[in-house]
């Protein structure tokens, strides 16, 4: 014997084959049924738009004009054996691991090259090194500025300080 269906709203019999309860007028879609279609939907968009955003990243090389996709630990790679270390790595921003450091008895001179190994072209560009004394002791920071280094170029920067110093590290590489 089949089974009737009675409205969830009014607790009245609703005919066969109908989708409505005559009397209430209510869809008799399942709670279930219309979650699981919710997670779907949301599951279809998330899959989407998340997909979307784990392209491969893409650096120019300096001797060719062409851009090739390759994956970060291969631009880590590439960059060591350029002789860059990561400024900025959430920026793909890399400066060459020995810079060189000129001291006078009134200035501190920091040069170095940084290589911009993402796919965004900045308008500004900053980059700072942290000075020491003989003590280790925290004495200023020399850095300098850029307006504007494209994907795929390379910056050589000249970082300045008004006195003379012992040490030296990268305190801050910045853009946008």
Not at 7 to 13: D, G, Q, V
Not at 64 to 90: D, H, I
Not at 135 to 156: P, Q, R, V
Request: hydrophobic share 30%; proline share 2%; glycine share 6%.
């Amino acid at each position: 014997m089949a089974r009737t269906k009675l409205c969830r709203k009014c607790k009245m019999e609703i005919p066969k084959g109908a989708s409505k309860c005559p009397h209430c007028q209510s869809n008799q879609t399942s709670p279930v049924i219309t979650l699981l279609a919710i997670i779907i939907v949301i599951g279809g968009v998330w899959l989407f738009f998340g997909n979307r955003n784990k392209s491969n990243t893409s650096t120019s090389n300096s001797s060719s004009s062409s851009q090739t996709a390759v994956t970060k630990s291969e631009l880590e790679q590439e960059m060591e054996e350029k002789g860059y270390v990561w400024g900025n790595k959430s920026l793909n921003l890399a400066i060459t691991k020995n810079n060189t450091c000129e001291t006078s008895e009134y200035s501190t001179k920091i040069t170095g090259v940084i290589y911009n190994a993402s796919r965004t072209d900045y308008s500004y560009l900053q980059v700072s090194f942290a000075l020491y004394n003989e003590n280790d002791m925290k004495i200023g920071n020399a850095w300098t500025n850029i307006a504007g280094l494209k994907s795929g170029e390379s910056w050589k920067f000249e970082a300045t300080y008004l006195g003379k110093c012992s040490k030296y590290k990268l305190d801050e590489l910045t853009g946008y």
